[in-house]
């Protein structure tokens, strides 16, 4: 009698894992997440909406011209030119999943312009909150799916290896219990690196673990030195800062300086709507040299409630109204276009183990992601991936398992530390000697957590990069990296 499918395993609930899970059907799914009710992903935090050439005006060849200038032509062009192509039938896929896109007058969809786009092409829902609403449907039709079976409450900690495959996963609930799930295929979907810095947009569970267990393993690394720092957060106290949508700048926002000047005049032809990386090197160098900056949105006209909910929400909250005041900015983490290396399919160099959305890097971002690609890379190469895993003839492997652990947590005095080194070593503007020192920090760490030796990972990268390209700034001063 023939035995019951081993689950794909998924390890993360935003938009990619999602959309694996559920491109994977008939095949059975475990997904696996650490919040109890999936929430919690960098996904659901996003404002900007995914990146569609569907204006007739547009087309999939202007989208994927501007997504290689934004990342610096250090992209994969033929995975460019597919994502592109791709992205209107993601549209259509995500409301055939219960997406509501925001409408326009006519009934048409509302698309909005973001830095780097040369047209409006961002497809929203909810305003900027179109990443809680695709998470939303997206879960709605997870859990409704007979094939899926949805857990959470507990962490990945560890990788299952039989004979250089990886057969399942080892996880550890909020009491400290392991168990082994065996698997034909473990995903990780588990998001970025973000909560490693101190000034971050990203939740407390983007903080690496999935590329760290991933690196543990022994998969290989891809283009772990370009992280992106979105230019625009509330300038408060905390780690997790408010995200100040682009969609603003869209809008009409501008960016000033102390002294009420126009930040970004004569330093790029898109002005406000540069790139994100060269916005954030401006921010930072003015805040480097002492002074403020401030978004101006007193302009943007319309409805706040309907078009910025969560930016308005956000402000009120800390004190600060958009509509009638500038906004304290500064740059923050908030994507990593790095990670473990895949190819076209969500492969990693190690068997068994597959990697989708900001956790993988299949060379779509280049040097420097543009705006709302993310939404659309999770959405596109998640239904390929599990489409592909759906038909794959389950492997057989005989063999004594090896378990591959992630290794010890950083206490929160040293993650704090870690975080601090990150922001001003690794940040929008980087140094060798900054470099180097945080390096040599981090390998003090490394023995305490497994945060540090990830943090050891980075900065090996950007030290070895030593020109600057695409998000990965130098200003070197005569010192050996």
């Not at 709507?273 to 403020?292: F, H």
Request: glycine share 12%; hydrophobic share 45%; net charge neutral.
């Amino acid at each position: 009698m023939r035995h019951a499918r081993l689950p794909i395993v998924v390890v993360g609930s935003g938009v990619a894992g999602l959309a694996t899970a559920l491109a994977a059907a008939p095949a059975p799914v475990r997904l696996l997440c650490r919040a109890h009710d999936g929430c919690g992903s960098a996904s659901a935090l996003a404002q900007g909406g995914i990146a569609a050439a569907l204006d007739p005006r547009d087309s999939p060849a202007a989208h994927a011209h501007d997504t290689l200038v934004a990342g610096a032509q250090h992209n994969d062009a033929a995975m460019v030119q597919w994502l592109t192509a791709e992205a209107p039938a993601a549209i259509a896929w995500l409301q055939a999943q219960g997406v509501a896109f925001d409408r326009d007058a006519l009934g048409g969809l509302q698309l909005g312009r973001e830095g780097g786009h040369g047209a409006a092409r961002i497809a929203h829902a909810g305003g900027d909150a179109s990443g809680a609403a695709l998470v939303q449907a997206l879960r709605a039709r997870a859990l409704a799916a007979v094939h899926v079976q949805w857990r959470g409450g507990v962490d990945v900690d560890a990788l299952l290896l039989r004979e250089g495959r990886v057969v399942g996963v080892r996880t550890r609930d909020e009491r400290g219990r392991h168990e082994a799930v065996e698997a034909s295929a473990v995903v990780l979907a588990t998001g970025g690196i973000g909560a490693l810095y101190a000034r971050s947009s990203n939740p407390a569970g983007a903080d690496g673990a999935g590329l760290a267990l991933g690196l543990a393993a022994g998969a290989a690394a891809r283009d772990l030195e370009f992280v992106q720092f979105h230019p625009t957060a509330l300038e408060v106290a905390g780690h997790r800062l408010p995200l100040i949508t682009e969609a603003l700048r869209g809008a009409g926002a501008r960016l000033l300086d102390a002294a009420g000047n126009a930040l970004m005049a004569g330093v790029h032809p898109l002005g406000d709507l540069a790139p994100r990386d060269v916005v954030s090197r401006r921010v930072a160098a003015v805040q480097a040299a002492g002074g403020g900056v401030r978004l101006d949105a007193t302009g943007v006209d319309g409805d706040w409630e309907r078009r910025f909910p969560t930016v308005l929400a956000a402000c009120l909250a800390h004190g600060f109204d958009p509509r009638h005041a500038a906004l304290p900015v500064t740059p923050v983490a908030h994507f990593h276009m790095g990670g473990l290396a895949t190819d076209a399919e969500g492969r990693s160099s190690v068997p068994g183990l597959y990697a989708v959305g900001e956790v993988a890097c299949n060379g779509v971002h280049g040097a420097n992601r543009l705006a709302s690609n993310s939404l659309l890379e999770g959405v596109v190469c998640g239904r390929r991936l599990g489409e592909g895993l759906s038909h794959a003839a389950e492997p057989v492997v005989a063999g004594t398992v090896r378990v591959v652990e992630r290794g010890p947590s950083l206490p929160p005095t040293e993650l704090a530390v870690l975080r601090e080194l990150l922001w001003h070593a690794a940040g929008p503007i980087r140094e060798a000697r900054s470099l180097r020192d945080a390096w040599h920090a981090c390998a003090v760490l490394a023995e305490a957590g497994w945060q540090a030796q990830l943090g050891k990972a980075l900065l090996r990268a950007m030290r070895l990069r030593t020109r600057s390209l695409g998000a990965h700034w130098r200003e070197d001063r005569g010192c050996p990296s």
